[in-house]
């Protein structure tokens, strides 16, 4: 297993989140329970309960790692967990791209469907710019993904209004 770094803070249109690399292999981005609890405004309990409910759809060491281990206790400090969140936590789940994927496959309502547009947006524009290693492209393309991400909130908002009124 590669060792796990804090980054800095990463965003993903207007959300953002602790950034994390390692884990999953070297340069790979995962992210915390807490945080995707946070951006889903949604206690970090009920996503744990959701992901040991669904536990065998996650792969170990692909999709999530469970960081409540003694070895993983100065990168949790590193990460903003104080002692007795550590001491009290019995699970405490750092999830890959893929693993965060699956967790908004189950959460199923309107924020995962706003955050699944936002990583897979992100994930596969960014990649043609960052092969091409042109900053133009780059610049380019996190232009077109902010319209996007604007364009599907606005989809997002329309469509409930009119399943509100239907």
Known sequence: MNELKVIGHEHIGHIEFTGIEGGFGED????LV??????HQRPVFK?????????KRFVNGIDILDLARPDFAIFLKDSGF???Q???S???YLLSERG????????????????YDQLVDNY??????????????AANMRLEIMSNNAKTRQANALYRIAMKAG
């Open 90 to 92: 019995a699970n405490i």
């Open 124 to 137: 596969f524009n960014m990649r043609v710019a960052v092969k091409s290693g042109s900053p133009q492209i």
């Open 100 to 115: 965060y994927s699956k967790l908004l496959k189950i959460l199923e309502d309107d924020k995962a469907w706003e955050v």
């Open 34 to 39: 807490k945080d995707i609890a946070q951006i």
């Open 86 to 88: 550590i001491n009290a």
């Open 82 to 84: 104080t002692q007795n």
């Open 47 to 55: 996503i744990n309960e959701l992901i040991n409910r669904n536990r």
């Open 28 to 31: 790979k981005k995962a992210m």
